[in-house]
């Protein structure tokens, strides 16, 4: 079923602007003396990285932004990109006990706030261990290896992050619009990252350029591989090769490096005018949607397998996507891409509910015309950094195995894995959650390590 409803916002003023302008001062303090401090706070077990909620909301509440800004920090080296793009409405503000008025409290504003405030007033001191307990690489600089890098700095190691593109940040920079997260807080999060003593090392990438026996030649003690999944899933369904058929990765990609003046914006793959279907339902495909809608794109629909109940994008990129005049096409199957020269359309089987929550195809068949097509069904990782290396094992589909103890150790001794690398792609919150526990493993494993080489072993 088609759904075209029309909205009174007019795409054609969209712009990537950050669309949310946060909380005024009064606006946070008002909105943290509303939290109840419970005695088992629940929003704290709803965090993946069990943040402590309602500790950093008193001291707000009672205008201790410094001590507020503090308290997240002894769990989070991202929180004012947290504040922003966690799915709050699923994890902490989801399990809030005011929510059962329908208040329950923003949590997720309140953070953004706090980190906010704190970074434009200067208010907590950064400053580097002078002592160094050993020295780590880590490989990418998304969520998890940013994690990482910053627990492990902040534990007295040596950290050297090395990224392949020309700016640290990883999905974080690249692959999350401008309009829901601002590029200058991604860097002003690094920067804080590198004050702590981390080292950044840019347009390296690892496997062709330097390789993990590389580094470890140069005396690094462990390694941490954070490189997320890289490359995007296919749709095998015949004409996938047509000229127009775009991943929703590298659309978000070009598009922030046309922003930032490092490309022309003609070498966008959507240009004004053009008609362009989306693949998926996830929040990558609600990014891509509304990205489409921003470079001109004259109308953007998107196609889904399955129903709108079942979506794995959050209920608000949702109706923000459809309030920017987004087209949604439920228990839609892609059959093959139509054109000869360039895609002019996507065949379509219509699907209908078989036995509650499965579907089956109808047989009915139908062409939804477009001249660009954007692929957002999933990634998978890549394999530069495993086959240009030894003793590093993966799954049947690719991802890196892990162990328990040291928490995260790959079957390679001294190297370390964490992120989107070793389980499906996730939230940026549950790969800092992740990163946190790996962090942990790798602080355990270069102790021992010392130790034994003081013991001469």
Not at 200 to 214: A, E, H, M, N
């Amino acid at each position: 079923m088609l759904i075209d409803k029309k909205s009174d916002f007019d795409h054609t003023e969209l712009t990537f602007n950050e669309i949310d302008a946060g909380f005024t001062t009064r606006e946070a303090i008002s909105e943290a003396k509303r939290c109840l401090n419970c005695a088992k706070p629940l929003c704290r077990t709803g965090c993946p990285i069990e943040n402590e909620i309602p500790s950093f909301i008193q001291a707000l509440a009672k205008g201790n932004i410094g001590e507020a800004s503090s308290i997240i920090a002894r769990r989070s080296n991202l929180p004012a990109v947290c504040g922003r793009v966690c799915p709050h409405e699923k994890q902490c503000e989801a399990a809030c006990i005011l929510n059962k008025k329908g208040c329950g409290i923003k949590i997720g504003k309140l953070e953004r706030f706090i980190a906010d405030f704190d970074a434009e007033m200067e208010i907590s001191p950064v400053s580097k261990k002078e002592t160094a307990k050993g020295n780590v690489a880590v490989i990418g600089s998304g969520p998890a290896g940013l994690t990482v890098a910053g627990d492990l700095a902040k534990l007295g190691f040596d950290v050297t992050v090395f990224e392949g593109q020309t700016e640290p940040g990883g999905v974080l920079m690249y692959g999350i619009p401008e309009f829901r997260l601002n590029k200058e807080v991604v860097r002003r999060e690094i920067r804080r990252i590198e004050r702590w003593g981390v080292t950044f090392r840019t347009g390296v990438l690892v496997g062709p350029d330097v390789t993990v026996d590389q580094l470890f030649t140069e005396g690094y003690d462990a390694i941490f591989i954070g490189t997320g999944t890289a490359l995007p899933k296919m749709l095998e369904i015949p004409g996938n090769s047509l000229p127009g058929v775009i991943q929703a990765t590298y659309f978000l990609g070009m598009v922030t490096l046309a922003n930032n003046g490092g490309l022309g914006q003609k070498e966008i793959p959507i240009h004004a005018g053009d008609q362009v279907l989306v693949i998926g339902a996830g929040n990558v495909a609600m990014d891509a949607a509304r990205t489409a809608l921003r470079v001109g794109a004259d109308s953007v629909t998107v196609v889904y397998r399955r129903t709108e109940k079942e979506i794995t994008a959050l209920k608000s990129e949702f109706e923000e996507a459809k309030a920017e005049g987004v087209k949604f096409q439920w228990l839609m199957s892609p059959v093959r891409y139509i054109g000869e020269t360039s895609v002019n359309g996507l065949e379509c089987e219509r699907q209908e509910l078989i036995a509650g929550d499965k579907v089956g195809g109808t047989g009915q068949h139908e062409i939804l015309p477009a001249n660009k097509v954007v692929l957002a069904i999933g990634q998978r990782p890549a394999a530069r950094i495993v086959s240009t290396t030894t003793g590093i094992e993966v799954n049947t589909n690719g991802y890196v195995i892990t162990k328990e103890r040291p928490y995260g150790m790959t079957t390679r001794r001294g190297v370390f894995a964490g992120g989107d690398v070793v389980h499906e792609p996730a939230t940026v919150v549950l790969a800092m959650k992740e990163a946190k526990k790996v962090a942990a493993g790798i602080a355990s494993y270069v102790d021992a390590k010392k130790l034994m080489e003081e013991c001469g072993a």
